[in-house]
């Protein structure tokens, strides 16, 4: 793996390690929400997918170092 790819692999660890210590929180507070999270911190939030799209084409968030999670307090029953 080259050392862009690895740094690249670091930061999205990082993010998604933050977003997993932070989850209770953020639940409440971006309930039914998109977020974006860069740098260990939410950067953008919004109810719809193409809000967060608009914004990485507008420059608001690097995806490649950016991690996208949809926020729901409800459970979810899943049946398989």
């Known amino acids: 793996m080259s050392t862009a790819k690895a740094e690249l692999f670091r930061h999205s660890q990082e993010n998604l390690a933050w977003f997993k210590n932070n989850y209770k929180t953020l639940k409440r507070k971006y309930d039914q929400k998109w977020i974006v999270i860069q740098n260990k911190k939410v ?8 809000d967060i799209v608009k914004a990485r084409r507008n420059g608001e968030y690097d995806p490649k ?16």
């Open 43 to 50: 950067v953008k939030s919004s109810s719809t997918f193409d």
């Open 65 to 80: 170092s950016a991690i996208i999670e949809y926020m729901q307090s409800e459970q979810i029953a899943m049946f398989f």
